[in-house]
């Protein structure tokens, strides 16, 4: 039983989802307390919100955000404030190192995917964390979905059958929406473009619910936009998983407005599945042509959470508990290294033009 809030400390506040994961946050408040800022600029101590920011999230930090200590050493917020979660939302170049001095001082995370630029970094990342014994809940938020939930359930009792095929189709809005100078668009800063940012959800999940590893790829990427940035804004990869089922993925930022469309899909011997970027699935399963019970269509709708959304929540309640139960969170930093894998070699191949083995 908690008798007492847990306290909360931010790291970094220049990102992307951060006011969302704050506003999420703020939804606990009988059971969480965030007690302070910390950002490597101190700059960041003094403005209203990140540069750019999800336009389905909040633009700016709540005023009583700003009234929080703000510290520009992790180490001396960590001393000063004794958090025992943390939220951290860096770009990934600077991620890894703060996850390590977070673990070895004992404090559970809430980590914005990835959290690193390669998965060597997320492996020295997250194996400290592991051997700290400190719960880390990652924001691979299609874990959380109710659609994907109950598909992964189906899949356990062998509906689908054997995997054939798999797809997962995703184009979000463009690189002038988001702006080139956002952050998600730095090489230096995030690793990549849209593979890492966006891509690798589809990659957990064809991972997951594909029930088996991903051992080889091709791939080839471009900035079709022709905007400026130094990382792909589409790219499309062919992929074979480890009993030989084939795969493609296609990601682009290619929409003239904030949105996005796609669909992820999974043909097996018994049945084939596909759940679209909304959360409704389709489950088609044998018999006749013409016979009506093929085919079963499931819709999910819920309530728009405050914050980061439902899935944001569910991320947090889950962080909760498998921190009071003594268990790992359905979203742990392992996926991220296991996606992360997959992404170098999608990289590889496209470096190269070549087919890429997984080890």
Do not use: C
């Not at 999230?57 to 180490?75: H, K, V």
């Not at 600077?94 to 690193?116: C, F, N, Q, S, Y």
């Not at 690793?191 to 080889?216: K, N, Q, R, S």
């Not at 296991?338 to 496209?350: C, F, G, M, Q, R």
Request: proline residues 6%; without cysteine; hydrophobic residues 45%.
């Amino acid at each position: 039983m908690v008798t007492s809030l847990y306290r909360v400390a931010v790291i970094g506040l220049n990102h992307y989802h951060v006011t969302g994961w704050v506003g999420s946050l703020a939804q606990f408040g009988d059971r969480v307390e965030i007690v302070a800022r910390y950002d490597p600029d101190p700059a960041r101590g003094r403005l209203p919100g990140p540069d750019h920011s999800d336009p389905h999230l909040a633009q700016q930090f709540p005023d009583w955000f700003g009234e929080l200590p703000f510290y520009s050493s992790l180490d001396d917020l960590i001393a000063g404030q004794r958090p025992d979660i943390a939220l951290v939302t860096l770009p990934n170049a600077l991620a890894p190192d703060a996850i390590e001095t977070l673990a070895r001082a004992g404090i559970h995370m809430l980590v914005d995917k990835p959290g690193a630029r390669t998965a060597s970094e997320a492996r020295q990342a997250f194996r400290t964390a592991h051997d700290a014994r400190i719960k880390v809940a990652v924001g691979l938020t299609r874990r959380y979905g109710r659609a994907w939930q109950d598909a992964a359930a189906a899949i356990q009792t062998g509906r689908l059958g054997r995997l054939l095929t798999a797809e997962a189709i995703f184009v979000t809005s463009s690189v002038a929406v988001r702006d080139p100078a956002n952050v998600i668009f730095n090489r230096d800063l995030m690793g990549g473009g849209i593979l890492p940012w966006l891509g690798i959800h589809d990659i957990d999940l064809l991972l997951w619910l594909g029930g088996e590893p991903i051992v080889e790829v091709q791939a080839m990427s471009g900035t079709t936009s022709g905007v400026p940035i130094d990382v792909e804004d589409t790219i499309s990869v062919a992929f074979r998983y480890a009993r030989g089922a084939l795969g493609t993925m296609h990601f682009a930022y290619a929409l003239p407005r904030p949105a996005g469309d796609g669909y992820f899909a999974l043909r097996g011997s018994e049945a084939s599945l596909r759940i679209d970027s909304g959360g409704g699935s389709t489950w088609i399963g044998p018999g006749a042509t013409h016979d009506p019970l093929i085919t079963q269509i499931s819709s999910y709708e819920s309530a728009r959470a405050p914050g980061y959304g439902s899935a944001g929540s569910r991320i947090i309640e889950d962080l909760l508990l498998a921190i009071e139960e003594n268990r790992d969170p359905l979203a742990t930093g392992e996926h991220i290294v296991k996606a992360l894998e997959v992404i170098d070699a999608v990289y590889e191949a496209a470096r190269t033009g070549v087919r890429v083995k997984l080890s």
